[in-house]
């Protein structure tokens, strides 16, 4: 099976290990992972600020990037979401706009998500001697309908102590533009995210989206907590020695 990475933003300029991680899951479920390097942001910036005149030009940019692939892979339910948003984008765009953008988000898939739903996997010989708890991020859950997948392959991770994360469904502030744009509102909600956080007395806090991971883990950072953050990825590439 041939995997094109998706690698977003965030995990290509901050989190460059995710994606090493990705692969390497990947290519022992016997993936064969490449990476379209004219890849670029997926322009979901722009289209929440209202700018989607500029957006469909990424949009196309990355449509033929990934027009041959076989499926589309990325770290970040937010991200992946936002390429099934493609389709919304050219609604009212030329035909053949239209469908080539639903032949993409047809074909794209969060990490996770591919793992149990394509390739049929929840155990892949992962082990965390960890408390933990996790963090379900917005645009993964709502928008991409990714709730189960995460939780079906943390439940074999061998040794991880999970404790559900109280207020799981509430948003951590990030928001992509909303953490800039409304900055005191976001620090308050990633407050209440880091107060449930040290609820579960948990070591470590696992996710699915960098910008939430970034988000969190900045703020757990400036308050001086002793939380490691973790992307799900990073916890699924810890292989038995």
Same mark, same amino acid.
């Given at each position: 099976?041939?995997?094109?990475?998706?690698?977003?933003?965030?995990?290509?300029?901050?989190?460059?290990?995710?994606?090493?991680?990705?692969?390497?899951?990947?290519?022992?479920?016997?993936?064969?992972?490449?990476?379209?390097?004219?890849?670029?942001?997926?322009?979901?910036?722009?289209?929440?600020?209202?700018?989607?005149?500029?957006?469909?030009?990424?949009?196309?940019?990355?449509?033929?990037?990934?027009?041959?692939?076989?499926?589309?892979?990325?770290?970040?339910?937010? %991200?992946?979401?936002?390429?099934?948003?493609?389709?919304?984008?050219?609604?009212?765009?030329?035909?053949?706009?239209?469908?080539?953008?639903?032949?993409?988000?047809?074909?794209?898939?969060?990490?996770?998500?591919?793992?149990?739903?394509?390739?049929?996997?929840?155990?892949?010989?992962?082990?965390?001697?960890?408390?933990?708890?996790?963090?379900?991020?917005?645009?993964?859950?709502?928008?991409?309908?990714?709730?189960?997948?995460?939780?079906?392959?943390?439940?074999?991770?061998?040794?991880?102590?999970?404790?559900?994360?109280?207020?799981?469904?509430? %948003?951590?502030?990030?928001?992509?533009?909303?953490?800039?744009?409304?900055?005191?509102?976001?620090?308050?909600?990633?407050?209440?995210?880091?107060?449930?956080?040290?609820?579960?007395?948990?070591?470590?806090?696992?996710?699915?989206?960098?910008?939430?991971?970034?988000?969190?883990?900045?703020?757990?950072?400036?308050?001086?907590?002793?939380?490691?953050?973790?992307?799900?990825?990073?916890?699924?590439?810890?292989?038995?020695?």
């Amino acid at each position: 099976m041939k995997v094109s990475l998706f690698i977003t933003c965030l995990a290509d300029v901050f989190y460059p290990n995710v994606g090493k991680d990705v692969i390497e899951v990947l290519e022992r479920q016997g993936c064969e992972v490449d990476f379209p390097v004219s890849q670029t942001c997926c322009g979901q910036p722009a289209y929440n600020s209202g700018y989607h005149k500029e957006t469909k030009e990424v949009a196309k940019s990355m449509i033929r990037t990934f027009e041959h692939s076989e499926y589309v892979v990325a770290p970040s339910g937010s %991200c992946a979401a936002m390429l099934h948003e493609y389709p919304h984008l050219f609604k009212d765009d030329t035909a053949i706009w239209l469908k080539r953008s639903e032949e993409l988000a047809a074909k794209t898939y969060e990490f996770t998500q591919f793992l149990v739903d394509v390739l049929g996997v929840e155990d892949v010989g992962a082990t965390c001697p960890a408390s933990v708890t996790y963090h379900t991020s917005c645009h993964m859950t709502r928008l991409l309908g990714v709730k189960e997948a995460p939780m079906k392959l943390l439940k074999h991770v061998d040794g991880l102590k999970y404790t559900e994360l109280p207020g799981k469904e509430t %948003c951590c502030g990030f928001g992509g533009t909303f953490s800039v744009k409304m900055k005191p509102i976001s620090e308050q909600m990633v407050d209440e995210k880091v107060a449930h956080i040290e609820e579960t007395n948990s070591e470590v806090l696992i996710g699915a989206d960098c910008g939430c991971l970034m988000n969190i883990g900045g703020r757990l950072e400036r308050l001086g907590k002793n939380v490691q953050v973790k992307h799900i990825a990073e916890i699924l590439n810890q292989q038995h020695s």
